[in-house]
Nanobody, 117 residues
Framework: QVQLVESGGGLVQAGGSLRLSCVAS????????MAWYRQAPGKQRELVAAITDGGTTSYADSVKGRFTIARGNARNSVYLQMNSLKPEDTAVYYC???????????WGRGTQVTVSS
């Protein structure tokens, strides 16, 4: 299967930027789309951004115009550029490879993003 490892989280002031990275290992040829989710304390996990194998992107309304998702050239990585961060962006961010006929739903362990006001 696939293992996903996130990095790049941290503490940043409101208005600042962070770039999250996710690197996949294992049977990466089975990965099609990739996505970023986040979960704030006391809230459900929510989809932040997704990118298909063909490069089509989609975003949650709350991050449109501020966040950008991109795949690496080797297809085993995905990035989330986060600009104009707000305190409400504070959450644990998770990398996800959605299930396919040949891949189970795969998740990283998450990286903490904290935005101070």
């Amino acid at each position: 299967q696939v293992q996903l490892v996130e990095s790049g989280g941290g503490l940043v002031q409101a208005g600042g930027s962070l770039r999250l990275s996710c690197v996949a290992s294992g049977t990466i040829f089975r990965i099609n789309a990739m996505a970023w989710y986040r979960q704030a304390p006391g809230k459900q996990r929510e989809l932040v951004a997704a990118i298909t194998d063909g490069g089509t992107t989609s975003y949650a309304d709350s991050v449109k115009g501020r966040f950008t998702i991109a795949r690496g050239n080797a297809r085993n990585s995905v990035y989330l550029q986060m600009n104009s961060l707000k305190p409400e962006d504070t959450a644990v961010y998770y990398c996800n490879a959605p299930p396919t006929d040949y891949l189970v739903d795969s998740w990283g362990r998450g990286t903490q993003v904290t935005v101070s006001s």
